[in-house]
């Protein structure tokens, strides 16, 4: 697999190390070189079924914001949203919870989430946004992991349960004379021997920066779909790059020599396209990455992601601010928790610490995601962090949302 070459921020300087929840509110001497901290915890209902704690201790010091949703509560529901709702561009985490206001729900909270480009605002990992794919990778496009991997995800599921695992995107193009093709990914980039199937979301055109790769592309137009499988119809000729993409539709792009094997189809041709995830945990509605996990099964394995997830010391080891995500053991209740850092009241964590303090509060599977000066949560429409970046709130590419609906 081809190593991918767009540019995305470096996690250095992200946080880690930590104490368990009981030791955040004992009171113990300053380290921080002569600052002042006083311990305390403050908990508020912000709607039923939505509890904010704030922690702040001494040890370390560390100020610490953990969101608990009871997702039992049948009118909350977790999903995600991408900056300006395009594939590129990066936005603020609290104007993408503003925008997500609608007449049928209210965004009570939001989060920052996947590691992105600073250039463009490309996320690493796949995601799927009110069950569409908005990326689809079976690698994540990292360039700082020490080793090509797939990196954690959290996701949502149709039945309302959320999952963290190592998701990688599989797909397949089924011609109308029956011949089967492996889909490569969905508004992913480039690669030797790759098919790619691009929506209107990827923008206006498919790239034109292609690595000198041979080229084939045909768009296709949405026909209804057949139990999980999509059916569109080829409605164009082939191309050879920058092939525009209208509103609703698809073009299916054939890199090095996969684009051989399009060359015998034509325009009204009917095509098959079936999208999916390994491992495949059923129909998904909401789908952010990570990097790495820390909690498995009641479990830290922060320790470990140096080795599992091609995380590196200065990333895991150091103390930065941290943002994370995680669920209980009964899979009803979904945390949003973050650790302030880079400062004299709170200096972040490290891996293994927000592992810890991920157990303390509950979480029985949890892990990480962007954090540094991306570390962002919203509670009604309120910044309840302090950001990092000089500017204040930093613009990202994507982030979880939780949405509570209006009654009729």
């Known amino acids: 697999m081809m190593k991918s070459k767009r540019q995305f921020r470096t996690p250095q300087g992200l946080i880690v190390c930590f104490l368990a929840a009981t030791c955040l509110i004992q009171s113990s001497s300053d380290a921080h070189q002569g600052t002042k901290v006083t311990d305390s915890t403050a908990t508020r209902i912000v ?3 939505v509890t904010h704690k704030q922690v702040v201790s001494s040890r370390g010091p560390w100020i610490v914001n953990i969101l608990q949703i009871d997702l039992t ?8 949203g991408r900056a300006f709702d395009r594939f590129f561009g990066r936005e603020k985490t609290s104007s993408i919870a503003q925008r997500h206001n609608t007449a049928d729900h209210v965004v009570i909270a ?9 250039k463009t605002g490309e996320i690493e990992n796949n995601n799927i946004i009110d069950g569409t794919f908005v990326k689809g990778t079976p690698m994540t496009g990292s360039p700082f992991d020490t080793f090509d991997n797939v990196h954690s995800q959290f996701a949502m599921t149709r039945n309302r349960k959320p999952l963290i695992d190592r998701f990688a995107f599989e797909g397949s193009i089924t011609w109308s004379h029956g011949v089967t093709t492996g889909l490569t990914g969905i508004n992913d980039l480039p690669r030797l021997q790759s098919l790619i199937l691009y929506s209107d ?7 034109t920066d292609t690595l000198n790769i041979p080229i084939r592309e045909w768009p296709l137009t949405p026909a209804g779909t057949r139990f999980d499988t999509l059916l ?6 082939s191309s050879t790059g920058g092939t525009p993409i209208t509103t609703g539709s698809f073009v299916l792009s054939a890199y090095g020599r996969t684009e051989g094997s399009l060359t015998s189809f034509h325009k009204g041709d009917t095509v098959k396209v079936w999208t999916g995830l390994t491992p495949n945990r059923g129909p998904i509605t909401t789908l952010v990455g990570g990097w790495p996990r820390l909690v498995l099964n009641g479990k830290n394995i922060a320790a470990n992601a140096d080795s599992l997830e091609g995380t590196f010391p200065r990333f895991s080891a150091n103390r930065h601010p941290r943002s994370g995500v ?4 009964d899979s009803t209740k979904v945390y949003f928790i973050i650790v302030d850092g880079r400062s004299e009241k709170s200096v972040g964590m490290s891996l293994i610490e927000f592992g810890d303090l991920m157990i303390a509060e509950g979480i029985y599977q949890g892990m990480n995601l962007d954090g540094g000066g991306s570390t962002t949560l919203v509670i009604n429409g309120t910044i309840v962090n302090s950001p990092t970046d000089p500017a204040g709130e930093r613009p990202v590419g994507n982030c979880l949302l939780l949405f509570a609906t209006k009654p009729k």
Request: glycine share 14%; aromatic share 10%.
């Open 201 to 207: 979301s990827y923008g206006p055109t498919t790239p």
């Open 73 to 80: 509560q049948s009118e909350l529901h977790i999903g995600a």
């Open 232 to 237: 569109c119809v080829v409605s164009g000729e």
């Open 326 to 329: 995680g669920f209980s053991q």
């Open 110 to 118: 939001a989060l920052n989430a996947d590691f992105f480009s600073l």
């Open 47 to 49: 709607r039923p079924g």
